[in-house]
């Protein structure tokens, strides 16, 4: 009986095609990929129906948790700055170079604005860790921290829009004062930030 | 599977002074490159958040100064309100024209299933074109106590929308009827 041979194939496959659809669609999500910003709080939000995807930019936003603590967040640097120099005046704080480079990069914060300084001289490790106790709010009298920084925000940017981002549980007193904060300053429209949900029949 | 053939170049002499360049394979070993890019879409797939967060928007009617001329005020055969209350609860009712001492009020406790809250929305708005020919003149007043949550707000916004609900507004409970409704549930009216 003659041996049918079997010809010996290299295992070796011609990898290019491959490699070139890795590194496509390896392009593709680097380019779509916007890192998710270090949260200071957990926010579970609550899904509606709503179509409208939030912008990409001027956007300044609240977030309120749970507990009810506010927290703040303009997304982009140079408003964050004129900010920051606006703050430094009207509650008469001097910023190093240091501390104003860490405004900058800082996402979502919550706290009196008089310990500001304190906190933004520490170093991001630690900033991290610490438990932010909220912004101050009082719309009865006092100085309106809130309202100040809505008012110095859209002045320093006139085309902000303002989103708030709320948890499901939060309660609605928290909301409501927020709003009271931003009817004082004669914003009367916003936006409420949810997740996509189908509408049930 | 590496071949980075470097076989070649021994073979013919033909004289020494004539050094031929090596002939290479032109084939490069892809494997590894391979690996890593795979590695990278990966770690940017799960980097990625694909679901971008959708936004509502809330219009808030402006405060009113109290020197100037209202206008008149709606009928309340064409409102509805709701009232929601704390532990999911909520509260719907129609208030009478006038009210005298002879005017029943029935309040409805309703959930924020399509059940509760959409049927009755869905029925108001039958009755306000009963009434007034035109589903549209429906205005619904939305009051949340303070005890109400975030998602509750949403709930009732989305259901507005739903329903094609063209005026609705989130106003104060501060109403008598209102009072007398977070009264009898137990409810805290005011924020403190």
Known sequence: MPKVKIPRKSTAIDMTAMCDVAFLLLTFFILTTKFRPQEAVQIDIPASTAQIPIPDRDIMMFQIAPDGRLFFNLDDQPTRLKLLERLSTAYSMPFTAEQKDAFRTLENWGMDIRSLPDFLSKDPVTRATIQQPGLTIDTTGGQHQVEDLILFSRQENNNLRIAIKGDKTTEYRYFDRLIQA???????????????RAAKE | MAEMNASGGGGHKKGPKK????KMS???????????????ITFFMLATTFNKPKTMEVNKPAKEKDDKEKEPPIKMSKTASLMLGAR????????????????????????????????????????VK??????????????????SNVKNIVDVLDEMTINDVK????LEANDPIDSLIALKTGQKRKID
């Open chain 2, 167 to 170: 005026r609705y507004a989130i």
């Open chain 2, 88 to 127: 999911d609860k909520l509260y719907a009712y129609v208030s009478p024209d006038e009210i005298d001492a002879t005017t029943e009020l029935t309040i409805d406790s309703i959930d924020y299933s399509p059940n509760g809250l959409r049927k009755f929305i869905q029925r108001r708005q039958r009755e």
């Open chain 2, 19 to 22: 050094v031929r360049g090596k």
């Open chain 1, 182 to 196: 931003l009817q004082n300053r004669k914003v009367n429209k916003f936006n409420l930030i949810t997740s996509a």
């Open chain 2, 26 to 40: 032109t084939r490069v070993d892809l494997t590894a490159m391979v690996d890593l890019g795979f590695l990278l």
């Open chain 2, 130 to 147: 009963q009434q007034w020919g035109d589903q549209d003149l429906l205005f619904v007043m939305i009051k949340p106590l303070p005890g």
